[in-house]
C-alpha cells in the first residue's frame, strides 16, 4: 500500500516558476514509476510527467516538455515536478499516481494505482 500526498501548489503570474511535491509512505515506494498527471474544469485528467523507479527514465507530455522536470528522491519518497514558464492552461489541479512499473513510464491513468488527493495549480495572465 501507498499513500500520496501532494503539496506545493499555488497562484502563480504567468512567466512564472512553482515547484510541486509528493510525499509517499509505504516501504515499496522505490519499485514503483510515478507520475504527475492534472486535470482542469471541464476537462479529462491528462498526464504531465513520469519518472521511473531509478530516476533514470522520464517522460513528458509535448505540451510541457522544455519547461517542466520531474524528478524523485527515493531516500526521502518524493517525487517533485518543477514547473518554469508556466502558462494560463496550465491551470489545473495536479496530482501524482504510482504504477507498479519499473522500467517504462505508462501515459495513461488505468496504470496508476495510486493516487494522492491532489493540489491547485493556478496560473494568472
Known amino acids: 500500500q501507498v499513500q500520496l500526498v501532494e503539496s506545493g501548489g499555488g497562484l502563480v503570474q504567468a512567466g512564472g516558476s512553482l515547484s510541486v511535491s509528493c510525499a509517499a509512505s509505504?516501504?515499496?515506494?522505490?519499485?514503483?514509476?510515478m507520475g504527475w498527471f492534472r486535470q482542469a474544469p471541464g476537462k479529462e485528467r491528462e498526464f504531465v510527467a513520469g519518472i521511473t523507479w531509478s530516476g533514470h527514465t522520464t517522460s513528458y507530455a509535448d505540451s510541457v516538455k522544455g519547461r517542466f522536470t520531474i524528478s524523485r528522491d527515493n531516500a526521502k519518497n518524493t517525487v517533485y515536478l518543477q514547473m518554469n514558464s508556466l502558462k494560463p492552461e496550465d491551470t489545473a489541479v495536479y496530482y501524482c499516481?504510482?504504477?507498479?512499473?519499473?522500467?517504462?513510464?505508462?501515459?495513461?491513468?488505468?496504470?496508476?494505482?495510486?493516487w494522492g488527493q491532489g493540489t491547485q495549480v493556478t496560473v494568472s495572465s
Open positions: 499516481a504510482a504504477a507498479p512499473v519499473l522500467a517504462a513510464v505508462p501515459r495513461t491513468t488505468d496504470n496508476y494505482i495510486y
Open positions: 509505504g516501504r515499496t515506494f522505490s519499485s514503483k514509476t
